[in-house]
């Protein structure tokens, strides 16, 4: 079983940019899907950026796409690059692991993801 833990929260204004980290307590292997969510006050987790690791293919949700990057930098870190900050993007962040082996279908499920870490919060001010 993998321990995530996340980093890079906090607060900025809008138009401003942050970069998350997601450290893995091992190597995170190749095949797999690793993502991150998003969960505000009284609403549902949210699935809004995946990776295939032994491609890089990514997947965002519409709401991110084209400010937020998932990326894989080392062989047991996951990122999320945020830019163009918007105060409906403030929430707690989490990133998570599905174990199974993928051949490049990656689910955005919060229900696929068994693993995750305790989070990092990200406010953004208008």
């Known amino acids: 079983q993998v321990q995530l833990e996340e980093s890079g929260g906090g607060s900025v204004q809008a138009g401003g940019s942050l970069r998350l980290s997601c450290a893995a307590s091992?190597?995170?292997?190749?095949?797999?899907?690793m993502g991150w969510f998003r969960q505000a006050p009284g609403k549902e987790r949210e699935g809004v950026a995946f990776?295939?690791?032994?491609?890089?293919?990514t997947y965002y949700a519409d709401s991110v796409k084209g400010r937020f990057t998932i990326s894989q930098e080392n062989a047991n870190t996951l990122y999320l690059q945020m830019n163009s900050l918007k105060p409906e993007d403030t929430a707690m962040y989490y990133c998570?692991?599905?174990?199974?082996?993928?051949?490049?279908?990656?689910?955005?499920?919060?229900?696929?993801?068994?693993?995750w870490g305790q989070g990092t919060q990200v406010t953004v001010s208008s």
């Open positions: 990776i295939y690791t032994r491609t890089g293919s």
């Open positions: 998570a692991e599905d174990p199974r082996w993928s051949d490049g279908a990656c689910y955005h499920q919060r229900n696929d993801y068994p693993y």
């Open positions: 091992r190597y995170i292997y190749s095949s797999k899907c």
